[in-house]
């Protein structure tokens, strides 16, 4: 029994998801016959300009959606929906539509009636519309691939390139995802690095790895940078398998992490930020793994703090790929600490911001630099068209500093909380203060060091022994350094945004060194702004615990 249709023409969703899920393994002809009906509105059998209209745009927003360059692609679809029309008569029948659509790979991948990803069959390609800056040919017809705008298709993943209607005339397989018999698997593709690329898995879809190799799994965040990002995800699919390379935007880390999950000696490169990293580590305490595997960073656009102390860079600048890979399989495995945060309010009525994290891997900090970074993202997140570039970023974090300079809006910080070291009250009556910060790491702000360098003297001096859980002693203080793995954590006072200023541009060494501890509690007495790892909120009154987090 057939439901009425809905008021107004349209159909119902249920529907539709209905006829696609019968539809799924279907032909492309009953799905181009299923879609021109659906798009048909008035039910008259023809596609007018209006009806064209909508399809044009559904695929352009398919388009965006699958990462392609939209810059000129209108014009192109509207060209490709013209060309539908043989007979010239303003309007596309079903027939033309069927006939247009069957060879037509662009129109099938943007309505969703082809599949895009290589991870269901072996061999598959992955198509993306191409503008060419040289003279390229078809590798299915061998003629040249002509045009203004987008003059055809071209795999994500091995770069075969084909005219539009040649995409359905049997191209050779995708070299990145197909081998023709188990005699091939291991043997280095052209371009690829054999200790890097993983066995093709069209045969067991197991993992099994060259032995005195290390497999390589790649997170790519392609928000993070710009369109730095993208680029390097369409890189890495190009250098490795692409079961090795997973987009961030499609799904997060999960189904990467599940997929190596039985490996035991496996590496992890992220390609991102300081957020994206967290997010991994995160990722992969959740999981569960039989084995945590090292994790290394490509640092994306700016600040990079984690990725600066353990020197791969404060950011990517368009380095070969393979110096990246070949960096990664001979770098060294360093040990870091990681810490547990608890805020707990004082009124579990009075509603405050969401706390962003659990964990601190690089620092947690209260007022100034808090409340700098509190106005950025508020403004950034009401007015996103006026922090589209690093330089207007620049511009409007420094707009922000100078305004906290003058209202000290975080000033006699002392008086608005008590801080206990492992058990030890904190005297920070000997400074006036508007920030503090807690830091696991030494960089802070985009490479700022705010505990600083011990002076060789000082480091000449160090005693071997195990230092205590916590130290206060000011010239025991100045003598220590930091240590990425010695389960303490350092708190440094800051004295207002010209001292981070200063600290900044290398005019001040440091801020002023209050405790190195294995423990630390925080009790505020009124609304504080506070950051996790550079993510900012409004605290009210509450009790902050920071303990560390044991090594698996």
């Known amino acids: 029994m057939r439901s009425p249709p809905p008021k107004g023409g349209g159909v119902y969703l249920k529907d539709v998801s209905c006829y696609f899920s019968v539809l799924e393994e279907g032909q492309p002809r009953d799905k181009l016959e299923f879609t021109f009906k659906l798009y048909d509105k008035d039910g008259n059998g023809l596609l007018d300009s209006s009806e064209v209209?909508?399809?044009?745009?559904?695929?352009?927003?398919?388009?965006?959606?699958?990462?392609?360059?939209?810059?000129?692609?209108?014009?192109?679809?509207?060209?490709?929906?013209?060309?539908?029309?043989a007979d010239s008569s303003g309007a596309v029948t079903l027939q033309e539509w069927i006939q247009g659509g069957m060879n037509n790979v662009p129109l099938l991948v943007l309505l969703g009636l082809k599949a895009r990803s290589t991870n269901k069959r072996d061999g598959q390609h992955i198509w993306r519309m191409k503008h060419f800056n040289k003279p390229v040919y078809c590798n299915v017809c061998q003629s040249m691939l002509l045009g203004l705008r987008k003059q055809g298709l071209c795999c994500t993943l091995c770069k075969y390139t084909v005219h539009g209607h040649c995409a359905n005339k049997n191209p050779g397989p995708c070299a990145c995802t197909f081998v023709k018999s188990k005699k091939q698997i291991g043997v280095?593709?052209?371009?690829?690095?054999?200790?890097?690329?993983?066995?093709?898995?069209?045969?067991?879809l197991q993992i099994a790895p060259i032995p005195d190799t290390h497999p390589l799994l790649v997170f790519v965040n392609p928000k993070s940078g710009g369109k730095q990002g993208e680029r390097v995800l369409r890189k890495f699919q190009y250098l490795l398998?692409?079961?090795?390379?997973?987009?961030?935007?499609?799904?997060?880390?999960?189904?990467?992490?599940?997929?190596?999950?039985?490996?035991?000696?496996?590496?992890?490169?992220?390609?991102?930020?300081?957020?994206?990293?967290?997010?991994?580590?995160?990722?992969?305490?959740?999981?569960?793994?039989?084995?945590?595997?090292p994790v290394a960073v490509l640092p994306l656009g700016t600040g990079n703090d984690l990725a600066r102390c353990l020197h791969w860079g404060g950011g990517y600048e368009g380095t070969d790929l393979r110096e990246i890979l070949k960096e990664?399989?001979?770098?060294?495995?360093?040990?870091?600490?990681r810490w547990s945060v608890q805020v707990i309010s004082e009124d579990p009525q009075e509603i405050g911001d969401p706390v962003p994290n659990e964990i601190i891997n690089n620092y947690f900090s209260i007022g100034v630099d808090a409340s700098i970074a509190?106005?950025?993202?508020?403004?950034?997140?009401?007015?996103?068209?006026?922090f589209n570039s690093r330089m207007k970023n620049k511009l409007w974090y420094f707009e922000f500093a100078t305004s906290e300079t003058i209202s000290a809006s975080c000033k006699k910080l002392k008086e608005c909380l008590s801080i206990e070291c492992c058990g030890t009250p904190l005297d920070l009556s000997g400074h006036s203060l508007e920030g503090l910060a807690v830091i696991n790491i030494?960089?802070?702000?985009?490479?700022?060091?705010?505990?600083?360098?011990?002076?060789?003297?000082?480091?000449d001096n160090v005693s071997e022994e195990e230092p205590p859980?916590?130290?206060?002693?000011?010239?025991?203080?100045?003598?220590?350094?930091?240590?990425l793995s010695d389960k303490r954590i350092e708190v440094v006072g800051l004295e207002g945004a010209i001292e981070m200023g200063q600290i900044y541009s290398g005019l001040k060494r440091a801020g002023h060194r209050l405790a190195q501890t294995s423990q630390i509690?925080?009790?505020?007495?009124?609304?504080?702004?506070?950051?996790?790892?550079?993510?900012?909120?409004?605290?009210?009154?509450?009790?902050?615990?920071?303990?560390?987090?044991?090594?698996?």
């Open 442 to 459: 030494p960089s802070m702000h985009g490479g700022s060091n705010l505990w600083g360098e011990a002076k060789k003297a000082d480091r």
């Open 328 to 337: 990664v399989e001979e770098s060294s495995l360093v040990p870091m600490d």
């Open 469 to 483: 859980d916590v130290v206060t002693d000011h010239d025991v203080l100045k003598m220590s350094s930091q240590d």
């Open 53 to 85: 209209d909508r399809i044009i745009t559904q695929m352009m927003r398919a388009a965006d959606y699958l990462g392609w360059d939209v810059t000129e692609l209108r014009p192109v679809l509207k060209d490709m929906m013209t060309a539908m029309d």
């Open 374 to 386: 509190h106005r950025f993202h508020s403004m950034r997140e009401k007015h996103p068209q006026k």
């Open 241 to 293: 398998n692409p079961r090795q390379v997973y987009n961030l935007s499609n799904g997060g880390p999960g189904p990467g992490l599940h997929f190596f999950r039985n490996l035991h000696d496996y590496r992890i490169l992220v390609c991102g930020g300081d957020g994206t990293v967290g997010w991994i580590l995160d990722a992969i305490d959740k999981a569960d793994l039989r084995v945590c595997p």
């Open 521 to 552: 509690t925080i009790r505020t007495h009124k609304a504080l702004p506070m950051q996790i790892d550079g993510e900012p909120w409004m605290q009210p009154p509450c009790t902050v615990s920071v303990v560390n987090i044991p090594l698996k």
């Open 188 to 204: 280095s593709l052209n371009r690829c690095m054999h200790t890097f690329i993983l066995s093709p898995p069209h045969l067991s």
